[in-house]
C-alpha cells in the first residue's frame, strides 16, 4: 500500500544478491509510463521512446525517489526521527529527501554545498523553493568541503547533537543515496520495464550519469535479467572511469564482485559542456526546442546533456548501438528550470519570434 512500510520480496531474479533490504516503503507512483519520442534530431532509421520517470510523482519527481523508498524504510523501520543527508545546493537528491521525509513524518536535515555565506542570499529558486516550504533544516558546506570526511564528519556531529539534546535517532543518506540499500532503487525499477516489455521492445536503454547509482543498478539488473538490453549512461558528471569503478564498487556489495562494469554498461563521455551544472547556450536553446516540440521538459543538470549526447551518438557513432529501437530513461529535475538560467534564452530572441504580444498586436503580426 502507498506510503506504508512493508517486508520486500525481491523479484525472483535479483533474488540470489548477497545482499537484500528487508523493508520498502512505496513513494513513486508507477507504472511510469513508455510513448514514442519524436526528438528533433533523431536520424530516421532510428526509433526513440522514452520511460517517463520525471512522473514518478510532483514535487517528490525523478529518479531519487526509487531510492528513497527503500533507504526511508530502513530509517522508519530503524525508528529513527530524523534524516540527514548532503548534496550540491540545488541538488534533487536533497529536495526528494525533503518533501519524502515530511510526507513520513520525519525532519529532513539537508548539507548543501555552496559558495554563499549569507543566510539570507540563499534564496527560493529551483529544488530550494520546496526545501523552505517544507521546513527541512539547511546548514550551507563551503564548497572545497569533501563530502566522504568534512561533510560525513558535519554529519556525524549533528546525530550526536540530536541525540544529546533530545534522545531521537537519525539516519543518515550518503550523497546521492549512494549506499547499499539504495542500490535497489533501479533494480526493483527494473522489474517495471520488464513488465511492460521492454527487454523485449527495445535494443538499447540511455540515461544520464551524476553520481553513477543508477547506472550500477541498471547494469546489475540488466545482467540478472539476461542482459537484452545494451546500457549506454552519458556522463553528466565525473570522468568516464568513474562510473564504471562506481558500478565495479556496486557489483562487489551484491555479491557480483567477479563481474566487470565495462562488459555491462557503455558510459559515454564528452558531453558535460562547461562542466557539472553548468549550461551552455546550446543546451539550453536545445532544452526550449524539445519543450516546443514534444512537450517533454528536460532538466538543466543531467537530460539536456544527455538527450543531446543521445542524438549526437545516433547521428554519429550509430554502430554503438546494438539496435534500433531506443529508449531513454528520463531522470527528472524538472525544478531546476525554474531558475533565471532559461530566461535569457526565451527572452532574447529576434522581435519576429517572440511569441508575447499585446492584444493590440494580434491583427499586426498574423502567426
Ligand atoms: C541525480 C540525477 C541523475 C543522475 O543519477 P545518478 O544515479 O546520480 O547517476 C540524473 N538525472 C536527474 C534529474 C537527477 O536528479
Known sequence: MYGQLETY?????????????????????????????????????????????????????????????????????????????????????????????????????LFLRTDITDVKRAGCEGNMLLNRLCEAHVYLVPPHHDYDTDVMDSMQRLVRNIRASSGESCYVIPMGGASKTGLFGYIHAFEELRQQGVLEQFDDLVFPCGSGGTSAELAIANHLTGGHLRLHGVAAAHSVDFFYEHCDKSLKEVGLGHLKSRDLLRVVGGFIGRGYGLSTKQELEFIQHVAAQTSVMLDIVYSAKAVLGLVSELRNNPSAFQGRRILYLHTGGIFSLYDERMTPVLEDREEQQHHIKLLSQMDETPV
Not at 526509487?66 to 540545488?90: M, S
Request: proline share 8%; with cysteine.
Open 9 to 109: 520480496k525481491p523479484p525472483e531474479w535479483a533474488a540470489t544478491l548477497s545482499y537484500i533490504p528487508k523493508k520498502r516503503i512505496q513513494l513513486a507512483m508507477t507504472n511510469t509510463p513508455i510513448h514514442p519520442w519524436k526528438l528533433p534530431g533523431v536520424p530516421e532509421d532510428f526509433s526513440v521512446s522514452v520511460k517517463r520517470d520525471d512522473l514518478t510523482g510532483c514535487a517528490l519527481s525523478g529518479n531519487k525517489i526509487r531510492k528513497l523508498e527503500f533507504l526511508l524504510a530502513d530509517a522508519v523501520d530503524q525508528g529513527c526521527r530524523h534524516v540527514i543527508t548532503c548534496g550540491e545546493f540545488l541538488s534533487n537528491h536533497c529536495r526528494a529527501v525533503a518533501v519524502s521525509a515530511r510526507q513520513l513524518g520525519l525532519t529532513p536535515h
